[in-house]
């Protein structure tokens, strides 16, 4: 089994739907949650950063953590076409430990209709 | 400039050359970063680097693969005796301070390998 586990789409949503983007992961040592996005033939870019279970929000964006179930989701409330991207979780184990590197999904690639 | 700079931003060489790829983190930052995505699959973790030492390189594929940062700012990802197989974007990324979940990435070096 993969550390980290996301369905790699593509989704296609018309213009204002909510969207629900998932990744499982299979250590409990991971603690620390992250979601990028990835425009086509861009680097990464930081979209949400979280380390408790729970819900964080950041405008149209917001990041779950459900640790009992390893499982971590971002939604998209009224989305735009503009959100058409990559979106690629990722997990860190330690914070500010020898462990730096983060571990990606595979990455869904997401298309809102206008 | 103000984000992480990466060149060059493609490179088409053939099998069996030498290739340098080339990262210019944003200033300050102390902890930098080398991915590889290869397409329809998140960014792999090869090599980071807090200040001039590698802190951890276990993901680099072989021996072919080596990297530098000689001091502590700009890191070069060498790869020997290229192979079709090592075609993929590479991504460089810095960061804060050794494992801060907020990495900065640059626009990547797409190699491809004839």
């Known amino acids: 089994q993969k550390e980290v586990e996301q369905d790699p789409g593509p989704l296609s949503v018309p213009e204002g739907a909510i969207v629900s983007l998932n990744c499982t992961y299979s250590?409990?040592?991971?603690?620390?949650f992250m979601w990028y996005r990835q425009y086509s033939r861009k680097g990464p870019e930081l979209l949400m950063y979280?380390?408790?279970?729970g819900n964080k929000e950041d405008g149209r964006f917001t990041a779950q953590v459900d640790k009992s179930s390893k499982y971590i989701s971002l939604f998209i409330r009224d989305s735009q076409p503009s959100d058409s991207a990559t979106y690629l979780c990722?997990?860190?184990?330690?914070?500010?430990?020898?462990?730096?590197?983060?571990?990606f999904g595979k990455g869904t690639k997401l298309s809102v209709k206008p | 400039g103000a984000g992480v700079s990466q060149t060059p931003s493609n490179k088409v060489t053939e099998k069996g050359k030498y290739v340098e790829l080339r990262c210019d983190p944003i200033?300050?930052?102390?902890?930098l970063y080398w991915y590889r995505q290869s397409l329809g699959q998140g960014p792999e973790f090869l090599i980071y680097?807090?200040?001039?030492?590698?802190?951890?390189d276990s993901g680099l594929p072989n021996d072919r693969f080596f990297a530098v940062r000689p001091e502590g700012s700009v890191s070069t990802l060498k790869i020997q005796r290229t192979e079709r197989g090592d075609s993929a974007m590479y991504l460089c990324?810095?960061?804060?301070?050794?494992?801060?979940?907020?990495?900065?990435f640059g626009e990547g070096s797409r190699l491809t390998v004839l």
């Open positions: 990324a810095s960061s804060p301070r050794l494992g801060a979940g907020e990495l900065f």
């Open positions: 250590n409990s040592a991971f603690q620390y």
């Open positions: 680097f807090q200040g001039t030492g590698a802190a951890d």
């Open positions: 979280t380390y408790s279970s």
């Open positions: 200033s300050g930052h102390t902890a």
């Open positions: 990722a997990i860190q184990m330690n914070y500010g430990g020898s462990q730096g590197n983060l571990i």
